[in-house]
């Protein structure tokens, strides 16, 4: 009988599959190094403070590695929660110990020290959401993610389990962070303290903490992203592509006060950029390369400015490239932006 193998021809055909395997094979390497070089650049580590016992944190990264356990230490942390919003007007829980778990909504993993683990329903923790998370001791957790552009979403006439977009030491209270929503978007803020939830009695001078989620009532719809709005095409990244040399961020204060706004890009070097930079003595625009940090000036009250960006394509080192700009405020917004090209 004759095999597969007696076939005439047979090894001329695998062997042209082969070189074609091989093609294909190596295609695919130099795709995934620009890939990881491209997920490098947009790259970074958020640092979670976890006092002893509940917490309400604000994960905005998009973990590398997404399982729970991976990204809450069982060795530092025994439950983590996340609320899903539902359609309907949300009833939060008062103090985490009730342990009401099978309230609509919520999903929930248990450590493997806990009775209760065959129970965890909570798999996957994802960036631009909100969690409570039990500490065993106090600690700090690193989580490395992807950098993503997520504006503010409200559920409105409900309340709403977020974090505010705030870094470092800040002065920034809950009253002038709302100060430019409409209607009563803010006025009621809840905030987890010793494991139960108390209301902010005042706005006014309670200051916002990074990483931090709270429960805020939203009235009405709206779609307010904060004192500093960002707009630009794209979605949640700037992407050129691999044909477009250039775009625009378009950047409002939508609050009652004026601030100062810097943008910085984050890493340096990865994207050959240009800045157009306003003359006013010749009346024109200059083109300076961006790097480091670059002051946008003073943002009045409901003032608009630009930040107009060129790729400079032919610069480029690899096929592919990515960064982050960095958008902080004089009071402590920060909001970043990932950035995206390629030369096919």
């Not at 025994?78 to 099978?102: C, H, L």
């Not at 905030?191 to 139960?196: A, K, N, P, Y």
């Not at 006013?280 to 390369?289: F, G, Q, R, W, Y």
């Not at 960095?326 to 909001?335: E, P, Q, R």
Request: charged share 15%; with cysteine.
């Amino acid at each position: 009988m004759n095999s597969i193998f007696s076939v005439p021809g047979y090894w001329m055909v695998s062997r042209v599959r082969w070189l074609d395997v091989r093609s294909i094979l190596a295609l695919l390497v130099l795709t995934l190094g620009a890939a990881g070089q491209l997920a490098a650049s947009t790259l970074r580590t958020q640092q979670l403070v976890l006092v002893k016992g509940w917490n309400a944190v604000w994960l905005d990264v998009d973990p590398v590695d997404d399982r729970v356990p991976a990204v809450f230490d069982p060795e530092k942390v025994d439950v983590v929660a996340r609320y899903f919003t539902p359609q309907s007007q949300v009833r939060f829980i008062e103090d985490p110990g009730e342990k009401a778990w099978n309230a609509p909504g919520w999903s929930v993993w248990y450590g493997p020290t806990r009775a209760e683990a065959f129970l965890s329903n909570l798999h996957a923790a994802q960036g631009g959401c909100a969690y409570l998370v039990h500490a065993r001791s106090a600690c700090t957790l690193g989580v490395t993610g992807t950098v993503r552009f997520r504006p503010l979403r409200w559920n409105g006439d409900s309340f709403n389990l977020t974090g505010l977009p705030v870094e470092g030491t800040t002065s920034l209270t809950f009253a002038r962070f709302f100060s430019g929503a409409a209607g009563r978007l803010g006025a009621q803020v809840y905030r987890l303290v010793e494991g139960s939830w108390q209301k902010v009695s005042s706005l006014a001078t309670t200051t916002i903490r990074p990483g931090e989620a709270y429960w805020i009532f939203c009235e009405g719809k709206t779609n307010y992203q904060g004192p500093l709005e960002l707009r630009f095409t794209g979605g949640d990244t700037l992407n050129f592509g691999d044909s477009s040399n250039l775009s625009i961020i378009e950047l409002t204060n939508r609050a009652t006060a004026g601030f100062e706004v810097t943008a910085s890009i984050e890493p340096e070097g990865d994207l050959p950029l240009i800045r157009a930079v306003p003359n006013l003595a010749e009346l024109k625009t200059n083109p300076v390369p961006f790097t480091g940090a670059a002051g946008l000036g003073n943002l009045g009250a409901g003032a608009a400015t630009q930040l107009r960006l060129e790729l400079r394509r032919a610069q480029m080192s690899n096929a592919a490239g990515s960064a982050v700009i960095k958008f902080s405020t004089s009071d402590g917004i920060v909001l970043r932006v990932p950035v995206r090209a390629s030369l096919q």
